[in-house]
């Protein structure tokens, strides 16, 4: 009952087919290429600007917070080794004006190699104290160092002060010598709010394009639908529960939505943020990166792990949805029933069960959850933790900055969310591919009433009917219809009768053409009705149905259902024509009157004269009415009755007709039994034989 309420089970997902599923897909969005490109870059453009948020916080430790010299010495040095380091890193040195000593910043001291510093180390090449540098105009500050030490100052004029000498210095004085290092803060500070700002605006560029994208992407797949839908024969709607029409058209492309525009691009995005990330962890210090990537096949196993169980747990909590969705469809729909036999108590009882099935699969989903997202969050940990501890000994040793550390740490806690993210969209993933092959298999289905290549197209319709031979199952080895022959001439009116299950009703879903025969032919002026073009031999046709589907809107809309071409007049005189007009005067507002759904709001009656002014509306010559009399009052059937008198002077025919007195009028009456046409004649000729129309008039199976 509950199996396939919109819901593919397991086992369907993750096949090879997902990719070809993809491409179709993809051909939908071909329109709006332009506009998915857009977004594609703006994700770049954004991840770019998230990439460059801890890199410039090193750029600020490094450059200007605790900006710091080492001095080279360069005087008395013979030892060849050491010249040929110091010849290999020229670009990296600043030369003193003196020419003693060379002065190398502490971002680049980290360039070196680390056995080429612990060479220069050793030898004392590289001094322990370290220097601060201010621009050259700081130079006529009064600076109290100690006599025996002067500080040093660059080709470019700039002066470089050891740290160890400005303990005596005023904080003023301070803030005038690192200004350089002030206004360098100042401009990463604007920097960084400036990166934060564009990222906030494309931010909400990107996200408008992905909805604007994906919603007409859902709305050209959702009309594509609708529109295959109406294409079906009928028996497809037999065979299909209402439920899951719906949720094809509803839940299952609204899947299709969250993947364009929460798997597509953030997928996207969280790969290309992984590799940027590991290409700059490897760029800041690669020894430092391949500590920190041992974590990976541990992340990723994680990973998996979870997609896995989280699959099944996704798939049970979209399973239980689905029974609560089908049961509370029926139930509403029913309650009139449970309240007339008192089962409230029942299926309280029944709804409190899959309820409880729903909490405890809910449940299950929370726990994946709540172990996978601590996880996460332990093994981010984990990763700093790495990081503070092997690289807090490099910094110690001076073999990686203070703000590559920082930076390193900040790169740390962003790689892990997209590992997340991943890990989240690989269920999108698969429940939207399931919406996607469960559309594709509805949109491939060829249960459809097909137009004829060749179309006959005919001219004035006369109404001239003919079954020939006509054989006809809805399911395979249980036919309907035996061999039936019958002619209906234009202008003639005929009534067929029968008990239930003898094919009456069988015989207007081929006039129709509903269905196809299985052999045998239906003529309609000599033309076989698969040789009609379907719109030319609807319209052709009045049907009146004995279940009317009234739909929820004004008189005037159910008359016409938006029909182009009728006014109000014809409206007017297709309800006059059907003895609706004197009820629909005494409503409210008459033909705006609105109806609630279903036409809860008028009476059975009521609803069967509006569909005798419905198939009355395109002036048919070929009228058929479907035991159109057969739940209604006395004083309904006599204004039905008025009608059809009136109705079918000049009309080809058809009454199927549990009651006498819609019949005994007609030209012909057709006896069906089991499928066969076994007595026909007037009501007069078929009492006088005795046959079974004359036993089902005496049984009151045909009430007079």
């Not at 400005?166 to 002030?182: N, Y």
């Not at 408008?208 to 009928?234: N, W």
């Not at 747990?313 to 729909?333: G, H, M, T, W, Y």
């Amino acid at each position: 009952m509950y199996s396939d309420y919109g819901y593919m089970e397991e086992g369907k997902l993750g096949k090879p087919y997902d990719f070809r599923l993809l491409k179709r897909l993809s051909r939908y969005a071909i329109p709006y290429k332009k506009t998915f490109a857009a977004a594609l870059c703006l994700t770049i453009l954004i991840t770019l600007f998230d990439l460059a948020v801890p890199y410039v916080t090193k750029i600020a430790i490094d450059r200007y917070i605790i900006a710091s010299w080492y001095r080279i010495r360069t005087d008395n040095l013979t030892d060849s080794k050491v010249k040929d380091i110091l010849n290999r890193y020229s670009h990296l040195l600043k030369k003193s004006q003196e020419g003693d000593s060379y002065f190398i910043s502490n971002m680049n001291m980290k360039k070196l190699d680390p056995a080429d510093l612990h060479i220069l180390k050793s030898r004392r090449i590289v001094s322990t104290d370290r220097f601060y540098r201010t621009d050259a105009v700081h130079y006529k500050f009064e600076i109290p160092l100690k006599k025996e030490i002067s500080p040093y100052v660059l080709a470019d004029g700039s002066l470089l002060v050891p740290r160890s000498q400005m303990t005596g210095i005023s904080k003023s004085d301070i803030l005038k010598m690192r200004a350089g290092d002030i206004r360098g803060v100042t401009l990463v500070a604007v920097i960084f709010f400036v990166l934060i700002l564009l990222s906030f605006a494309l931010s909400y560029f990107e996200f408008y394009l992905l909805e604007f994208t994906g919603q007409h992407i859902m709305q050209d797949i959702r009309l594509t639908l609708f529109q295959k839908m109406q294409s079906h024969a009928v028996k497809f709607f037999n065979h299909n529960p209402l439920g899951r029409l719906v949720t094809r058209v509803t839940n299952d492309i609204e899947n299709l939505n969250e993947m364009f525009k929460s798997v597509f691009v953030t997928v996207f995005k969280d790969i290309f943020l992984l590799t940027g990330i590991l290409i700059i962890l490897l760029l800041l210090n690669w020894r430092l990166a391949l500590v920190c990537f041992t974590l990976i096949p541990v992340i990723f196993g994680l990973t998996f792990l979870f997609s896995t169980i989280a699959r099944e747990a996704f798939r049970q909590l979209r399973a239980s949805v689905a029974k609560i969705n089908s049961f509370l469809q029926e139930r509403i729909s029913g309650m009139r029933v449970i309240q007339l036999f008192v089962r409230e108590t029942f299926q309280m009882e029944m709804f409190t069960k899959i309820n409880q099935e729903n909490f405890l699969a809910g449940m299950k989903q929370i726990r994946v959850f709540a172990i996978f997202m601590p996880l996460m969050e332990l093994m981010s940990s984990l990763g700093i933790g790495l990081v503070i501890w092997y690289g807090g000994g490099k910094v110690v040793q001076d073999q990686l900055t203070l703000g590559a550390l920082v930076a390193f740490i900040g790169y740390i806690q962003m790689f892990f969310k997209p590992i997340r993210d991943i890990s989240e969209k690989y269920n999108i993933m698969q429940s939207a591919m399931a919406s996607t092959e469960r559309i594709f298999e509805f949109m491939d289905l060829k249960d459809e009433i097909p137009e004829p290549e060749t179309p006959s197209i005919a001219g004035e319709v006369k109404g001239h009917l003919e079954f020939k031979n006509v054989s006809f199952s809805y399911e395979e080895n249980n036919p309907v219809l035996h061999d039936i022959s019958f002619e209906v001439n234009p202008g003639e009116t005929i009534a067929i009768v029968g008990s239930t299950g003898s094919g009456k009703t069988t015989l207007v879903n081929l006039i129709e053409r509903f269905y196809d025969p299985d052999s045998g032919t239906v003529f309609l002026d000599g033309i076989d009705l698969r040789e009609w073009p379907k719109e030319q031999l609807r319209n052709s046709i009045g049907l009146c149905m004995q279940d009317v589907f009234i739909f929820a809107g004004s008189i005037t809309d159910n008359i016409s259902l938006g029909m182009e071409g009728i006014d109000e007049k014809q409206v007017e005189t297709a309800a006059s024509n059907a003895n609706a007009l004197h009820f629909i005067q005494r409503l409210p507002d008459g033909f705006r009157h609105e109806i609630g759904e279903g036409g809860s709001t008028i009476s059975a009656g009521e609803r069967q004269l509006l569909s005798f002014a419905r198939a009355l509306i395109k002036n048919p010559l070929i009228l058929i009415l479907d035991e159109a009399t057969s739940s209604i009052d006395p004083d309904t059937e006599r204004l039905i009755k008025e009608a059809v008198t009136r109705i079918t002077a000049k009309r080809t025919t058809i009454i199927i007709a549990h009651r006498l007195s819609t019949i005994r009028h007609a030209d012909r009456i057709l006896v069906m039994h089991h499928g066969r046409i076994i007595e026909q004649g007037n009501h007069k000729h078929l009492m006088n034989i005795r046959g079974v129309y004359y036993k089902l008039n005496k049984t009151g199976t045909v009430k007079d």
